[in-house]
């Protein structure tokens, strides 16, 4: 079973910030987070991952809070494009025999 | 540089039958992984192989099964299907065994319709 719970849809005005929260209040110590994407009839995308700092690259940013129970991906300009399903995943760093475990995600929808 | 590639992308088979589903991963990538996903059940993993070895393996029934060839290239085969394997079959590469650094890279999926 997934270990986070994320709110089942959101909207966002083109152009305006996405902010998309992930609660996993059970997290343990070496658990990362890991955000990926699903765009309609594609393959997920992954985003971007975390352990405890503030990360962000070419596509988002993650806010980890200090207790690390809860995140937020943060899109900076959403676009039409980024119309998906997010999903925030834990899951231990290194464990190459821990499959990624994917709950349901937050549909986004950014509208013009 | 190529992703994954799955064939055949849109197949329709009927009850009883068999079918077998082929994956690439990006050159260099040793580990692929399958997931099922439907609307009801959402992603599930199915299994995952590195250098020629099942390494994991999810909560699916024997007639799921799978296998990965030296070049890495991996087929999956689902025997006498019902109606609820009609799923979209998902392929997903990484460098490292389960994609240690927690990055896959998925394909487009193999959209399979039992009826």
Redesign the interface.
């Known amino acids: 079973d997934a270990k986070t719970t994320q709110p089942p849809s959101m909207d966002c005005a083109e152009g305006r910030a996405a902010n998309l929260p992930c609660n996993h209040s059970t997290i343990s110590g070496n658990e990362?987070v890991?955000w990926y994407r699903q765009i309609h009839?594609?393959?997920?995308?992954?985003i971007i991952?975390g352990l405890k700092n503030n990360e962000t690259n070419e596509m988002a940013s993650l806010i980890i809070t200090e207790d690390r129970k809860s995140s937020t991906l943060i899109l900076p300009h959403a676009t039409l494009r980024d119309t998906a399903v997010y999903?925030c995943i834990v899951?231990p760093?290194?464990?190459?025999?821990?499959?990624?475990?994917?709950?349901?995600?937050t549909r986004l929808s950014v509208i013009a | 540089k190529a992703g994954v590639t799955q064939t055949p992308r849109y197949l329709i088979k009927t009850r009883g039958q068999q079918v077998t589903l082929s994956c690439s991963p990006i050159s260099g990538h040793r580990s692929v992984s399958w997931y099922q996903q439907t609307p009801g059940q959402g992603l599930q993993f199915l299994f995952e192989y590195f250098s020629e070895t099942q390494r994991n393996k999810g909560n699916f029934p024997g007639r799921f099964s799978g296998r990965q060839f030296s070049n890495s290239r991996s087929e999956m085969n689902v025997s006498t299907l019902e109606l609820g394997d009609s799923a979209l079959y998902l392929c997903a590469s990484s460098v490292a065994q389960g994609g240690t650094a927690g990055e896959l890279f998925f394909g487009e999926g193999s959209r399979l319709t039992v009826l």
Do not use: A, D, E, I
């Not at chain 1, 760093?93 to 995600?105: A, R």
């Open positions: 990362y890991y009839s594609q393959g997920p995308q992954y991952h999903y899951r760093w290194g464990s190459g025999n821990t499959p990624l475990v994917f709950g349901k995600g």
